[in-house]
């Protein structure tokens, strides 16, 4: 079955604030998913809203995966449904090494008694951490301890490369990449692409865009999202600025959150 | 809890001296150190009260059987070995030293390595001139009382230019709740030679109704550019008190690197020490420890600096549990005329209780303009963005934090240097954080 990813009129608060005031959003596999909106609109909450970030209250609405509740599930099980989020400030953490990270995460969804075998294991991350460029000594330094911001976008694709979601959600991958590493980036994710998965590209700018071709593009605003098109849609942005959007839908400034 | 107190003092100290036929200037320094220990007071560890310790337990000579080849020694003591045919061994069971082992090649180069009492026979200047130098008698009670019931320990003298590749191995075991047990490890490591060294404290105890008093201390003597590496883990009953005061003297450009799991299960007082006395030595200290049930720990590591341009850097890990209490200390201290030196302190105390207390207390002590020096301390739980983040991809809550709770440590457990005693680590930390 391709995969069918569903969210109806999502809303979400932090600290009692609301962000989102109501996303709807049908993703299916093979699709690519392009958000883009301002600073502050709530594009990053809904990322972190669907992976089911504690600090984030789902106040109404559902999301499905495969006619599975998604908002019913914790983080790992969220996880291990299909569901994989690459962050925008992936966590360091002191003592994991990467490769054993890494395994454990795949090994939490064969489960027990199907463990990957090491060799197997070995074999794998250094495949795919050579597509992306990666010197093979980061399988042994510990989680994003001391990777520069790019190095720590490309371990975010090495891992959604390795554990091969259904539903993958990108939250600014861009940010802080110089050029050569988002073709990297970009290829890494071109590479994933196929007729059981779909993707959710978050993105302040088109930069990303001219990587990885989108099949929609929606622009949020407000915690809403505003407009909807193609490839184009895109270009647009890119060229005008939001200004145009907003004078068409009459929406006046009014941040809503950090992005 | 009445236990029974063997009475002491300089009569009992002469007299355990002259049962082994011990030389009479050793007879005589016990003999001081046992009139001390009816002197002195307790030391008086940072909020830590020891009132109510029993420390004045210091058992009765209960000497292991000795044996001539690694497979006769006890079974239990060769389960604990982390590696076998070792070029360089040597155990303690109970009061004595029961086993010792060192490679031709190594004898060739003029290596010693044998049990602290024979040394004291057969390497009476080099004993003399080093013994209770560093870690001093007149320090405190406790100290005195070492002084004067030492037993076993070890001694190991490595010449000038050697370079020893392979760890040189200690073990030293009790499962004798009535023994006296506190041996004394001495180690000399001539000018610019090399050595790794690796104490492993253990105890097989039982359901002992008496404390075991563990009262030991090391002292290393590292010359000019000499470089030691000094591991230890120490891992006994709850039953038992463990006292370590750890000390090295450092000349020019010598180096020493501590790397210590104080995994006690019972009430500890350790003491990691490093002097630096000679210009350009440096000193790295590496330690952990994890807090569980009700024990009550005192964990200080120093650095004292003398000389110039010398570096010292200490990083203490605590992991606490259930209701056990550490009172974490680092001290740097500097001296007048240690221009250019630079000592750097951290501590962090992952809290897995609301009823376990850990404190960080990180002191810089500094009389000298021209230094750096530098402490970062942090008391604090599981981090809850690091848990998130591994649960997103796919780790369940109680794997990650696994996860995040043996990285804490790792730091240190993966700088062990003999692969059996990481494992065997490995394993007492699974234990221990289980």
Do not use: C
């Amino acid at each position: 079955m391709s995969t069918q990813f569903e969210i109806q009129g999502l809303k979400s608060s932090i600290e009692g604030k609301e962000i989102l005031k109501g996303i709807d959003l049908k993703i299916k596999g093979g699709e690519v998913h392009a958000i883009m909106g301002p600073n502050g609109t709530g594009k990053s909450t809904l990322a972190s809203a669907l992976m089911g970030h504690p600090k984030y209250e789902v106040t109404d609405g559902s999301v499905t995966l495969n006619g599975e509740d998604v908002l019913e599930m914790a983080v790992d099980e969220r996880a291990r449904a299909g569901l994989f989020l690459a962050m925008q400030y992936p966590s360091e953490i002191t003592g994991v090494t990467n490769a054993d990270f890494l395994r454990s995460a795949i090994n939490a969804r064969r489960g027990e008694g199907n463990e990957i075998s090491l060799i197997k294991f070995v074999r794998q991350m250094e495949g795919k951490m050579k597509e992306l460029e990666m010197n093979p000594e980061f399988m042994h330094r510990y989680l994003n301890e001391g990777f520069s911001g790019g190095e720590k976008k490309r371990n975010e694709i090495l891992q959604m490369m390795l554990l091969e979601p259904k539903l993958v959600i990108l939250d600014e991958i861009d940010s802080g990449l110089d050029i050569d590493a988002l073709r990297i980036v970009a290829e890494g994710v071109n590479a994933m692409r196929s007729e059981d998965r779909g993707f959710l590209i978050i993105t302040h700018y088109q930069r990303l865009l001219n990587y990885i071709t989108p099949d929609f593009v929606h622009v949020m605003m407000q915690g809403r999202i505003v407009k909807s098109g193609g490839p184009e849609l895109a270009q647009r942005l890119e060229a005008e600025g939001y200004d145009w959007v907003k004078e068409e839908l009459g929406i006046v400034d009014e941040t809503v959150g950090q992005a | 809890m009445s236990t029974p107190t063997t009475s002491f003092g300089r009569e009992a100290a002469a007299a355990i001296s002259r049962s082994k036929n011990e030389p009479a200037w050793l007879v005589a320094l016990r003999e001081e150190a046992g009139q001390l220990a009816t002197e002195l007071n307790l030391p008086k560890p940072e909020k830590l009260p020891l009132t109510r310790w029993t420390l004045d337990q210091y058992g009765v000579s209960r000497p292991g059987q000795s044996v001539t080849t690694a497979s006769e020694l006890p079974a239990a003591i060769t389960a604990l070995l982390p590696e076998e045919n070792s070029s360089a061994l040597i155990v303690q069971h109970n009061s004595s030293v029961i086993f010792t082992q060192i490679s031709e090649e190594l004898k060739a180069q003029g290596v010693i390595l044998t049990s602290l009492e024979e040394a004291s026979r057969n390497h009476e200047e080099l004993f003399r001139k080093h013994f209770m130098t560093a870690y001093s008698k007149d320090e405190h009670k406790l100290a005195a009382v070492h002084a004067a019931l030492w037993n076993g320990g070890v001694f190991l003298y490595v010449p000038r230019n050697v370079t020893i590749e392979a760890p040189i191995q200690a073990l030293l075991f009790v499962d004798d709740a009535e023994a006296t047990f506190m041996p004394h490890v001495l180690v000399i490591a001539e000018s610019n030679s090399r050595v790794s060294f690796v104490e492993q404290v253990a105890s097989s105890l039982g359901d002992a109704a008496s404390t075991l008093l563990h009262n030991s201390a090391v002292e290393v003597f590292a010359k000019a550019g000499a470089v030691v590496q000094y591991a230890a883990v120490h891992q006994m009953d709850s039953s038992a008190i463990d006292i370590a005061y750890r000390r090295a003297v450092l000349d020019n450009d010598a180096r020493i690197e501590w790397i210590v799991g104080d995994l006690h299960n019972g009430n500890s007082i350790t003491d990691t020490k490093s002097v630096l006395k000679g210009n350009g030595s440096t000193s790295d200290s590496k330690i952990i420890t994890i807090g569980t049930g009700s024990q009550r720990m005192s964990l200080t590591t120093q650095a004292v600096h003398f000389g110039r341009s010398t570096e010292s850097d200490m990083i203490t890990r605590a992991v606490m549990k259930e209701e056990a209490t550490a009172i974490i200390n680092g001290i740097t201290k500097i001296e007048k005329g240690a221009t250019k030196a630079n000592g750097q302190q951290t501590e962090k105390v992952l809290m897995l209780s609301p009823k376990a207390r850990g404190d960080a207390n990180p002191i810089l002590l500094i009389d000298e303009d021209d230094v750096k020096a530098g402490h970062a301390a942090s008391v604090g739980q599981v981090n809850a963005d690091q848990v998130y983040y591994l649960m997103s991809r796919g780790i369940s809550r109680k794997e990650a934090e696994r996860l995040i709770i043996h990285g804490f440590l790792d730091p240190v457990v993966s700088e062990i240097p003999l692969k059996g005693l990481r494992e065997q680590l490995h394993r007492i930390l699974e234990r221990k954080l289980g």
